[in-house]
T-cell receptor, first 113, second 113 residues
Framework: GAGVSQTPSNKVTEKGKYVELRCDPI?????LYWYRQSLGQGPEFLIY????????DSGLPNDRFFAVRPEGSVSTLKIQRTERGDSAVYLC???????????FGEGSRLTVL | GNSVTQMEGPVTLSEEAFLTINCTYT??????LFWYVQYPGEGLQLLLK?????DKGSNKGFEATYRKETTSFHLEKGSVQVSDSAVYFC????????????FGEGTQLTVNP
């Protein structure tokens, strides 16, 4: 389909490992967002890309988290030295800035043991 | 900062019952307001939105009116169906934040036949 695609859908890793989560946005969408959703909570903003650059990364919890979007399309969220508290569903969304309508992927569920 | 508060769930109704899910917000200026819905096994999707005071958003029989005086955006539907069972999220965004959404905690709705 033509929706937002996220891989992997599920990732189980051990504490201290490195993880990459991929997002393939809807073609032509210049804006891309990463959110994190813990059980029973609403999505929490992490970072926003406009094109290739991070326009707002104020939601990244610490320097273990990093995201890139080198060609203005696919984005990768990278988590170093994972901790059990990083366990959550990581959501990616794309859209057109300032419309408020974002198109979400189904998320990548990360479990850190 | 900006925040959204939703009524606590879960909510369980019989088919054809009236639905109200309360949402209030805190924000400076004039945010845009949204309801997103997450059906089982699917990504978040926009249900309806309102961009200024007294606007009414509507879609699929759902309605919500932007009330600036009470800082509220309550979701209503006159007659729910089993297929409306989902998690509903109230959210706001500010133009200056490039469509960055701030979400409420979500309300789980179950409609029984």
């Amino acid at each position: 389909g033509a929706g937002v695609s996220q891989t992997p859908s599920n990732k189980v890793t051990e504490k201290g490992k490195y993880v990459e989560l991929r997002c393939d946005p809807i073609s032509g969408h210049t804006a891309l967002y990463w959110y994190r959703q813990s059980l029973g909570q609403g999505p929490e903003f992490l970072i926003y890309f406009q094109g290739t650059g991070a326009a707002d990364d104020s939601g990244l919890p610490n320097d273990r988290f990093f995201a890139v979007r080198p060609e203005g399309s696919v984005s990768t969220l990278k988590i170093q030295r994972t901790e059990r508290g990083d366990s959550a569903v990581y959501l990616c969304a794309s859209g057109t800035p300032n419309t408020g309508e974002l198109f979400f992927g189904e998320g990548s569920r990360l479990t850190v043991l | 900062g900006n925040s959204v508060t939703q009524m606590e769930g879960p909510v369980t109704l019989s088919e054809e019952a009236f639905l109200t899910i309360n949402c209030t917000y805190t924000a400076t200026g004039y945010p845009s307001l949204f309801w997103y819905v997450q059906y089982p096994g699917e990504g978040l999707q926009l249900l309806l939105k309102a961009t200024k005071a007294d606007d009414k958003g509507s879609n699929k029989g759902f309605e919500a009116t932007y009330r600036k005086e009470t800082t509220s955006f309550h979701l209503e539907k006159g007659s729910v169906q089993v297929s409306d069972s989902a998690v509903y999220f109230c959210a706001l965004s500010k133009e200056t934040s490039g469509s960055r959404l701030t979400f409420g905690e979500g309300t789980q709705l179950t409609v029984n036949p």
